[in-house]
T-cell receptor, first 111, second 114 residues
Framework: QKEVEQNSGPLSVPEGAIASLNCTYSDRGSQSFFWYRQYSGKSPELIMS????GDKEDGRFTAQLNKASQYVSLLIRDSQPSDSATYLCAVNKGSNYKLTFGKGTLLTVNP | EAGVVQSPRYKIIEKKQPVAFWCNPISGHNTLYWYLQNLGQGPELLIRYENEEAVDDSQLPKDRFSAERLKGVDSTLKIQPAELGDSAVYLCASSAPDRAYEQYFGPGTRLTVT
């Protein structure tokens, strides 16, 4: 089992819809969870962090964490074509600040 | 606030040649990371520095890779000799002392080994 798993996609949604991106992780000791956005040919950009169970909202983005089920998700409301990118889930297991990344999910928002 | 700076952005070399990448982190960020990203994969940590000390280099292939951060600011990652399989994007990231889990990436160096 891979440490961090994401559906590689592509996930295609129409403009204005809600995009739902999911991530599961294998280590129950994981403590910190992050979503990065990566446009084609660019570097990853941190967009959300979540540390405790529940929801965290920031603008059109909502991160959801369920440690019991070992999954973290990212919802993008009112999706825009500019949201088209690969979304990387990253997990930190402890105090060593090492992030383990999933392979990413390619999101395409169609006008 | 300026972001993480990396150079060069692109590098093409022949196998067995040496290559070096340079990184300048965000001002005030004491932790610096070098990652490798292959196409279709997430970044993989090579080495982490806290100030000038390499605190995690367990994933660095030490037979051909080396890194330094002499004054605790800029860092250089070197490969000697390069192999075809080293073709990838090399990313540098940094994080602040009070928010160490939140890492900010530079634009990367795309290395092609022919």
């Amino acid at each position: 089992q891979k440490e961090v798993e994401q559906n590689s996609g592509p996930l295609s949604v129409p403009e204005g819809a809600i995009a739902s991106l999911n991530c599961t992780y294998s280590d129950r000791g994981s403590q910190s969870f992050f979503w990065y956005r990566q446009y084609s040919g660019k570097s990853p950009e941190l967009i959300m962090s979540i540390y405790s169970n529940g929801d965290k909202e920031d603008g059109r983005f909502t991160a959801q964490l369920n440690k019991a089920s070992q999954y973290v998700s990212l919802l993008i409301r009112d999706s825009q074509p500019s949201d088209s990118a690969t979304y990387l889930c990253a997990v930190n297991k402890g105090s060593n600040y090492k992030l383990t990344f999933g392979k990413g999910t390619l999101l395409t928002v169609n006008p | 606030e300026a972001g993480v700076v990396q150079s060069p952005r692109y590098k093409i070399i022949e196998k067995k040649q040496p290559v070096a990448f340079w990184c300048n982190p965000i001002s005030g960020h004491n932790t610096l990371y070098w990652y490798l990203q292959n196409l279709g994969q997430g970044p993989e940590l090579l080495i982490r520095y806290e100030n000038e000390e390499a605190v995690d280099d367990s994933q660095l292939p030490k037979d051909r890779f080396s890194a330094e951060r002499l004054k605790g600011v800029d860092s250089t990652l070197k490969i000697q000799p390069a192999e075809l399989g080293d073709s990838a994007v090399y990313l540098c990231a940094s994080s602040a002392p009070d928010r160490a889990y939140e890492q900010y990436f530079g634009p990367g160096t795309r290395l092609t080994v022919t």
